[in-house]
């Protein structure tokens, strides 16, 4: 089991990888220092950790060479400490944010839209983003290969669109599940349908798509298990 103690020994300037994921035991007073103690990580894994806003924001000041951050299911991450770490890390190519309702705002999503390397992208549940952060993938390509959006429920399939369209030629893994809202209907299925390179989709729950949605999807060239 790693300890603080193990910690200590193990973290310095040449620490470029960090996975705490379900490392409860480790003290909030402990995990501000981390930024200070590894400046040059490249790789941090907080996942399901009761990490404090006031710690991740002592993290986030320090660290600048992040490529991949994993902050999924951190109830009290805020959307400014949040913010900064987007700010210091512009070379993120992975970014999983999912179960973070609080922390992913409009705000949020429109910086991650200025990550140029971003390949995988996980903000799930994420119920304040809108079209209004979305339409900022407009114009733009991304080589993102997987994207997670479960459970978007405050966005519409012409937002749904936007983003899609912004990463079509690179996309393999689309999770777009749970969102039953009115507005996400079948229109986003065959901007979908020409994701020639998917392997997996998952669109379960979603229950205004239809059959015209799953036939649209059926016309492009993408390999479709879950509908």
């Excluded at 490249?42 to 600048?64: D, G, P, Q, W």
């Excluded at 922390?103 to 140029?116: G, K, M, N, Y």
């Excluded at 979908?192 to 798509?209: K, P, R, V, W």
Aim: charged share 25%.
């Amino acid at each position: 089991m790693i300890t603080e103690e193990t910690l200590k020994e193990y973290l310095g300037v040449e620490t470029e990888r960090l996975n705490l994921e379900h490392h409860y035991w480790v003290k909030d007073n402990f995990i501000d220092k981390i930024g200070r103690m590894a400046p040059n990580l490249r790789e941090l894994s907080l996942r399901r950790l009761k990490v404090s806003n006031r710690a991740f924001t002592e993290i986030a000041l320090h660290l600048k060479k992040l490529e991949r951050i994993d902050v999924s299911d951190c109830p009290n991450i805020q959307y400014q400490s949040l913010k900064i770490l987007l700010d210091n890390n512009k070379s993120l190519s992975q970014v999983q944010l999912a179960n973070n309702p609080i922390a992913v705002t409009d705000e949020i999503v429109i910086r991650l839209s200025h990550l140029e390397n971003l390949k995988f992208l996980d903000i799930s549940f994420a119920n304040q983003v809108t079209d209004h952060s979305l339409a900022s993938f407009k114009d733009k390509q991304f080589p993102i290969a997987k994207l997670f959006i479960n459970g978007l429920t405050g966005i519409t399939a012409a937002g749904l669109s936007e983003l899609l369209n912004s990463c079509l030629a690179t996309l393999k893994v689309f999770e777009g599940a749970l969102m039953n809202q009115e507005a996400m209907t079948a229109a986003f299925c065959p901007v979908l349908s020409h994701a020639f390179h998917l392997e997996e989709i998952d669109l379960t729950g979603n229950l205004n798509i239809g059959d015209e949605g799953i036939a649209a999807l059926s016309k492009g060239d993408i390999k479709g298990e879950n509908n």
